[in-house]
């Protein structure tokens, strides 16, 4: 497998009235071909940030990408989104990057028909016109849409929530992307319609051999999408591991905290959920040394005096803590 995205050093801060918010902080990830890769945080973590900074959405100002290299690599060969022209990155985004925000009333264009959105992004990025038609078409089967040829002039109000969803995720596929980034694509639908739009995207995804990276708050709905899931605090990756083993062995207190908090089918009754105590960090106040310090009950020295680097602790597994766990004392060097 070779890498189609490289982030490397990731630092956007927001100069606002109140201050300088701090909010991602040097975010490094890799993303394989075909891969899913889950990005979990608690709210103001930074994953939309991230995302928005690799897409060219930060509005600027107040925002500013400080630092960060992300070599995306695409038809053209391989270029460093923060470098590329606004031109280029448009041509980019929603065409080799396709992607699904939260909310999709706020994607859509009220008052264009579904079917003119969907062949708008293809007819400015790979066909013409009189073809765009008939890709729509088959785009709305695809994403399980009935009665594409009548739903083709309807309005986004006139569709469901989920409906709606599925369109956003058609416009987001259809010129072939190599990655999808899907930003909580989920949550503002019910459970079921949640589960509909998850099973969607597997059969997509594996369709289309897309990468994905997928956003979300809920670390439980991470084992069935993801084969990998990077953990999200203050605007930094704080632990980055294949999904099994991250719920099997995690080795970062937040991750343990997170999975602590999290219903599970073979508890015991006996079992309460545990929520972390404390807030997430102020990201008014840039931090010199972990930010997880504060909640965490393991803290020691060194983590109130620098910022723990991320460091491989096992296959394919990354963690920035200097405590360890398995040892149940401070990690040497
Ligand atoms: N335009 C902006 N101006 C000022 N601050 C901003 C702006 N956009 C985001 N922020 C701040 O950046 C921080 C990170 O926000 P981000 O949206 O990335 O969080 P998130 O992890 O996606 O959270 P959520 O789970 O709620 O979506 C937050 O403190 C947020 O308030
Ligand atoms: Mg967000």
């Known amino acids: 497998m070779s890498k189609i995205l490289e982030v490397k050093n990731l630092v956007t801060k927001f100069y606002t009235l109140d201050g300088v918010v701090n909010a991602v902080n040097g975010v ?18 930074g994953k939309s940030v991230t995302m928005m900074s690799l897409l060219g959405l930060i509005p600027m100002p107040p925002g500013k990408i400080e630092t960060g290299t992300a070599f995306f690599n695409g038809d053209d060969g391989r270029h460093d989104l923060l470098q590329m022209s606004p031109e280029k990155l448009r041509d980019v985004r929603g065409g080799q990057i396709g992607f699904v925000f939260q909310d999709p009333i706020s994607t859509l264009n009220p008052i264009l028909t579904v079917g003119e959105q969907i062949s708008e992004v293809l007819t400015r990025h790979v066909m013409s016109k009189s073809d765009a038609k008939e890709a729509t078409l088959k785009l709305l089967t695809q994403v399980g849409i009935p009665d594409p040829e009548l739903r083709y002039n309807a309005f986004p109000f006139q569709f469901s929530g989920g409906m709606r969803q599925r369109v956003v995720i058609a416009i987001a596929i259809a010129c072939t992307p190599k990655i999808i980034i899907a930003d909580e694509p989920t949550t503002a639908l019910d459970v079921t319609v949640q589960a509909q739009i998850i099973d969607l995207f597997k059969r997509l995804r594996s369709a289309l051999d897309v990468a994905v990276i997928w956003i979300t708050h809920d670390l439980g709905v991470v084992a069935g999408i993801a084969e990998r899931v990077l953990v999200m605090y203050g605007g930094r990756p704080v632990e980055i591991a294949l999904v099994n083993d991250l719920y099997e062995h995690p080795q970062h207190p937040y991750t343990v905290g997170l999975l602590r908090a999290l219903p599970r089918m073979d508890a015991q009754e006996s079992d309460r959920l545990v929520s972390i105590k404390g807030s997430p960090p102020d990201l008014l106040i840039p931090v010199k040394h972990c930010s997880f310090a504060w909640r965490c009950e393991y803290a020691f ?7 723990p680097p991320l460091i491989t602790v096992g296959e394919q597994h990354q963690i920035s803590c200097f405590y360890d766990l398995d040892k149940g004392g401070p990690r040497d060097g």
């Open 28 to 45: 490094s990830f890799d993303l394989e071909e075909g891969e899913t890769l889950a990005i979990v945080g608690e709210s103001g973590s």
């Open 301 to 307: 020295d060194r983590c109130w005096q620098q910022i």
